[in-house]
C-alpha cells in the first residue's frame, strides 16, 4: 500500500514509517523539522528513512497548502496518517499560537488533502490529554471528556471533531487515536524519561512535579506502532466489532471513531524513577515540586476498544521499555557527543 504520513521525522513518526518500510509497503513523508526540540534529532531520523527506496521526504510545514499537495500528488495515498503536530503540554502554556497554527491550520489543511485524496483510511493523532479533568478511571471512549485542562488538550479535542465533520460530509473513513505517554529508543528530549536519563546520567538533579504522586499509563512506541499497523484495517463503518460487550466509539452519522492506545497498567512516577535508577545504576537527585498548571494527576487507558477491533493491547513491561531507551540512549550520546 502506498502511506502519506505527516510528523514522519518524528519520534512515533518515524518508527512508524521505519515498520511500514519495512513491511514491504511505499511511504511518502511529510515534516516541516520545527525546532520544538533538537533539529539534529529529526535529521538523523530521517536520514535512516531515507536509506530505504521505499521512502521519500517532503520537507514541508502543513501550512504549506502547496507542498501538502505536492506530497500527496508523489503518493497517491490509500492511507494517510497524521502525526504531525505541535506536541507537549507544558510548552502550550507559553507558545499557544504554535497549537493553533500546526494542530488547527495545519489539521484543516491536511483534512482538504484527504477530501481530494480519498484514502480508504485517515488515521490522526489525538492524546489521552482531551480526558482533561475527566476522574473516572479509566479512561473510556465512551466517556463525556468535555473539559481539556491545556490548549495542547483543546486543539486535539477540535482535531476529533473537525475530522469528524469530514468524515460525515466527504465519506472519510477516520479513526483518532488517543495515545498515552509514548516512550522508547528514539524518544523525545522534552519528555521525562529522556530528561530524567540525561540528568540522572550527568549527575544533574531532576524535577518530580506533584511530589512524586503522579501516575502515567506509558505506551513502549514499538507496541504503539504494532497497533497503529493493526488499526490501519480496522476501517470505521467497515468492521463489524468482534467482542460484545465493549462501548464502541463509532458515530452514529459518519464512519469515524477514536480508540485509545494505551495498555491500562499506570506506572507511579517514584517507581519509574525507580526503574531508571536501577537501568542506570545510579541514584536520582530528586527536586521534589508541585504540580504544574494543566497537569493531571492520572492517566489511565481502557484498552477494550482496541483489543476487540485489534485483538491486541500494549504489553511491554516499564523495565524491558527503560533498559530498551538507556541502551539507545547511551550508544547515540556516544556517537552524537553534545
Ligand atoms: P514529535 O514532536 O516527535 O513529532 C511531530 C513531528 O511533526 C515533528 O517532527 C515536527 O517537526 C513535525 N511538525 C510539527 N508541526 C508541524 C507543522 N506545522 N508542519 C509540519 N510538520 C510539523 O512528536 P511525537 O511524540 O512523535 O508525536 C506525534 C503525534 O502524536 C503528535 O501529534 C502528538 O501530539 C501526538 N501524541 C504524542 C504523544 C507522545 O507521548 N509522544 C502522546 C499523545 C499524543
Not at 49 to 77: F, I, W
Not at 165 to 184: E, I
Not at 253 to 265: C, L
Request: aromatic share 10%.
Amino acid at each position: 500500500m502506498r502511506f502519506l504520513i505527516t510528523g514522519s521525522s518524528g519520534f512515533i513518526g518515524f518508527h512508524l514509517a521505519k515498520r511500514l518500510i519495512d513491511d514491504g509497503h511505499l511511504v511518502v513523508g511529510i515534516d516541516g523539522m520545527t525546532d520544538y526540540y533538537d533539529v539534529n534529532l529529526k535529521r538523523r531520523r530521517t536520514a535512516i528513512l531515507k536509506t530505504s527506496n521505499g521512502y521519500r521526504h517532503h520537507e514541508c510545514m502543513l501550512e504549506d497548502k502547496n507542498g501538502l499537495a505536492e506530497a500527496a500528488q508523489d503518493c497517491n495515498p490509500d492511507v494517510i496518517v497524521h502525526l504531525a503536530g505541535q506536541a507537549g503540554v507544558r510548552y502550550s502554556l507559553e507558545h499557544p499560537e504554535t497549537y493553533i497554527s500546526s494542530n488547527l491550520v495545519g489539521t484543516f489543511n491536511l483534512l482538504e488533502v484527504a477530501r481530494e485524496w480519498k484514502p480508504k483510511h485517515l488515521l490522526i493523532a489525538s492524546s489521552s490529554s482531551i480526558y482533561g479533568a475527566n476522574t473516572e478511571m479509566p479512561f473510556s471512549e465512551a466517556h463525556k471528556s468535555d473539559l481539556p485542562l491545556t490548549l495542547y488538550a483543546a486543539t486535539k479535542k477540535a482535531m476529533e471533531e473537525i475530522s469528524h465533520a469530514y468524515a460525515h460530509l466527504w465519506k472519510l473513513p477516520t479513526t483518532c487515536f488517543r495515545f498515552f505517554t509514548v516512550y522508547g529508543p528514539w524518544g523525545r528530549p522534552d519528555m521525562a524519561l529522556f530528561k530524567f536519563v540525561r540528568a540522572i546520567e550527568r549527575g544533574e538533579p531532576i524535577e518530580v512535579y506533584g511530589e512524586g504522586r503522579m501516575r502515567r499509563d506509558f505506551t513502549y512506541v514499538d507496541d504503539l506502532v504494532e497497533s497503529i499497523v493493526r488499526l490501519v484495517d480496522a476501517v470505521p463503518g467497515e468492521l463489524p466489532l468482534e467482542a460484545e460487550g465493549v462501548a464502541d466509539s463509532l458515530s452514529p452519522v459518519a464512519p469515524w471513531r477514536v480508540v485509545n492506545i494505551g495498555g491500562g497498567q499506570p506506572v507511579g512516577l517514584l517507581p519509574f524513577i525507580e526503574t531508571i535508577e536501577g537501568c542506570l545504576d545510579k541514584p536520582a537527585l530528586k527536586q521534589m515540586l508541585p504540580m504544574q498548571k494543566g497537569d493531571v494527576e492520572s492517566t489511565f487507558a481502557d484498552p477494550s476498544l482496541l483489543k476487540a477491533l485489534t485483538g491486541y493491547a500494549p504489553d511491554t513491561s516499564i523495565q524491558v521499555g527503560v533498559r530498551n531507551f538507556v541502551k539507545w540512549y547511551r550508544t547515540y550520546c556516544e556517537r552524537h557527543p553534545n
